[in-house]
């Protein structure tokens, strides 16, 4: 589908089927058992303090931890992701402004995690069989990352409407999502602005 010929009038949210369920029926439609995202911290601190740390780690367990837990429209968001990482689509995720975009592709790769290690027990279909991998564009690229014989099981590339020009930043972006099984897009400019600004991205991510 070439950008001049997308209907811009055919947009939709994608999670309208989602919005009549809470969040135990969502949680119930992915294989959980509970409400909880396997992986997923269910306090935070109530003071600033690293939660990596053996202090934030005692912090997250003391009587005055704050709960954690996911919204309902992320919960939605999710189901959505982890359907179309069944049915090997790609996403799109265009949520506004910081209610919780990453939080949703963090889970995904919860999710993933989930599904290869229940999969033997045949609760989730077995349809992945690698395990994921993060890439924090911050770090340092090693001479491994495009190893042609190295695949990876979710990519997630934020701020995709930045990779929307040909550049060498979108070539090598392009090189790691044709090595993913599956791929989530994140951008909050077409909501925000007009869908033109992430045209390419859509084209590429579109479920």
């Known amino acids: 589908e070439r950008p001049e010929e997308v209907d811009y009038s055919l947009w939709h949210e994608g999670t309208e089927w989602l919005g009549e369920k ?3 029926e969502l949680s119930q439609m992915i294989g959980l058992p509970s409400a909880s995202m396997p992986g997923l911290n269910t306090t935070e601190p109530a003071s600033p303090v690293d ?24 919960w939605q968001g999710i189901v959505k ?3 179309n990482m069944m049915s090997y689509k790609n996403t799109l995720l ?20 989930y599904i290869a290690r229940v999969q033997a027990e045949g609760v989730v279909p077995p349809v992945f069989g690698q395990s994921p991998t993060l890439v924090d564009p911050a770090d340092k690229l090693r001479s491994t990352l495009f190893d042609p014989a190295r695949s ?21 972006i392009s090189a790691l ?31």
């Open 51 to 74: 939660s990596w740390t053996a202090e934030g780690i005692a912090a997250m367990a003391a009587p005055d931890a704050v709960p954690l837990a996911l919204f309902l429209h992320q």
């Open 94 to 113: 265009m949520d506004g402004v910081g209610i919780g975009k990453t939080a949703q592709a963090i889970c995904s790769i919860l999710m993933y995690d």
């Open 177 to 207: 999502i044709a090595k993913g099984r599956y791929t989530i897009g994140i951008t909050a400019t077409p909501i925000i602005t007009d869908p033109s600004v992430s045209i390419h991205a859509y084209c590429r991510y579109q479920s």
């Open 81 to 83: 992701m982890v359907y």
């Open 152 to 172: 990876y099981g979710v990519v997630i590339v934020d701020e995709v409407h930045a990779f929307r020009k040909k550049n060498p930043r979108r070539l090598v």
């Open 22 to 24: 809470n969040v135990e």
